[in-house]
């Protein structure tokens, strides 16, 4: 059974920098499409930011693009977020996700939590000011 961990959330100052990392275990795992989300309470979960594992297209949110980047290791099977210049706003919990069941086309919604077939339990990122 495949399982994703997502880790690297942490207390941090605002204008500081985390590394969220999301690693797939338990099994071979062809994953075409990794995102990240994130949710406040009370809130819907929301898209932040995804990368294509085939092309290595990646996609943002306006308010990630400019700070957040993506990075990986294929060989651990771990793609890796780094966000800098964090602000307050971004503090919630961060989930990973990713998607099995077939390469992404024209048509999908990366954003779209329903493309995504297996997630994360989350890691919390809390941004002071």
């Known amino acids: 059974q495949v399982q994703l961990v997502d880790s690297g959330g942490g207390l941090v100052q605002a204008g500081g920098s985390l590394r969220l990392s999301c690693a797939a275990s338990g099994g071979t795992f062809n994953s075409y499409l990794r995102g990240w989300f994130r949710q406040t309470p009370g809130k819907t979960r929301e898209f932040v930011a995804a990368?294509?594992?085939?092309?290595?297209?990646?996609y943002f949110t306006r308010s990630a693009l400019d700070r957040f980047t993506f990075s990986r290791d294929d060989a651990k099977n771990t793609v890796y977020l780094q966000m800098n210049s964090l602000k307050p706003e971004d503090t919630a919990v961060y989930y990973c996700a990713a998607r099995s069941r077939g390469r992404i086309s024209a048509s999908t919604s990366y954003a779209s939590q329903r493309e995504y077939d297996h997630w994360g339990q989350g890691t919390q990122v809390t941004v002071s000011s």
């Open positions: 990368i294509n594992e085939a092309t290595g297209s990646t």
